[in-house]
């Protein structure tokens, strides 16, 4: 089965699960909280970013760094497929930082503490980007990304349903941009598929 889930990655999954829950429960402020994908939206990374052409595969948003262990789980499945991730909040990173040592996957992941809108432009051939910051951000990074998706290559954006009015520019432009083929997933809190022919 694809999702042989190794048993560091589990436990600590199963740890930012909890934490993700009791966060968004316990008044835990709002920048403070994890705010990470639910399992069945990992799911789908991890099938999505497996079955995309050869490349660099770029996160956007890591946050405790559970969606990074779905991307690393596809990841594993690849010879030398590494994954870089981008988080703005030092608090984050450093719980990103503890993720990967805990989950032994520190070797898969290059974190980048900083704004990837200043790092984007270096990368030449993207064939997984994942997009989980604040909303702001979105249509800037998509216009980053775009050009640089490989044939084949997949940008997923998350919140598409759940924040759709705060994403309104970045959807419109997303779904009649001629260079991709674009289609919102209901899973999770939906789930911006974009796939350059």
Not at 19 to 42: A, K, Y
Request: glycine share 4%; hydrophobic share 40%; aromatic share 6%.
């Amino acid at each position: 089965m694809f999702f042989n889930i190794p048993p560091a990655m589990q436990a600590r999954m199963q740890e930012l699960e909890r934490i993700d829950e009791r966060d968004r429960v316990d008044g835990t402020p709002r920048q403070r909280r994890l705010r990470q994908i639910p399992p069945q939206t990992g799911r789908l990374l991890a099938v999505l970013a497996a079955n995309t052409p050869r490349g660099h595969w770029v996160e956007i948003g890591t946050s405790a760094g559970y969606s990074t262990l779905w991307l690393t789980l596809a990841a594993l499945s690849r010879k030398e497929q590494k994954i870089t991730t981008f988080e703005v909040l030092p608090e984050k990173a450093a719980l990103a930082r503890e993720t990967f040592e805990i989950a032994e996957v520190a070797d898969q992941v290059k974190l980048v503490e900083d704004d990837a809108r200043k790092h984007l432009k270096s990368f030449k051939k993207i064939s997984f980007c994942f997009l989980d910051a604040e909303k702001d951000t979105y249509l800037e990074c998509y216009e980053l990304i775009v050009p640089r998706l490989v044939s084949g290559g997949i940008l997923v954006a998350d919140n598409a349903l759940n924040h759709r009015e705060a994403l309104e520019d970045f959807l419109k432009r997303s779904q009649s941009d001629p260079r991709v083929d674009a289609l919102i997933v209901p899973i999770g809190k939906g789930e911006m598929i974009c796939r350059k022919p």
